[in-house]
């Protein structure tokens, strides 16, 4: 059996929880504009576990509570992850 999420965070990693906001900008963005700055996002990203380290555990879009925006609590949405190092965070939280 492979091994449970709450046993595979290694004594020297971080189990992290990434907190996305939508920023007013976003939608402030002429129409043209989203779909590409949308597909920007997806890119950015992208195999975190082959650029970073980044071990995803699990996702959650948060599309019902929070619609718009997110300058604070609740986010648009979530990254739970066991992360190899604060570096490894840090380079994730400059992506975007």
Same mark, same amino acid.
């Given at each position: ?13 971080? !189990? ?20 590409? @700055? ?20 699990? @996702?959650?879009?948060?599309? !019902? ?6 300058? @604070?609590?609740?986010? @648009? ?20």
């Amino acid at each position: 059996m492979s091994e449970s999420y709450r046993e595979s965070a290694s004594a020297d990693g971080l !189990r992290v929880l990434f907190c996305i906001g939508v920023m007013p900008a976003f939608f402030e963005l002429e129409p043209v504009r989203v779909g590409s @700055t949308a597909q920007a996002i997806v890119a950015a990203f992208e195999d975190l576990g082959g650029r970073f380290g980044l071990r995803v555990l699990g @996702t959650m879009d948060d599309d !019902r509570l929070m619609v718009g925006s997110s300058a @604070t609590w609740p986010w @648009t949405c979530y990254i739970l992850a066991d992360a190899p190092s604060l570096e490894a965070v840090a380079a994730v939280c400059n992506v975007v």
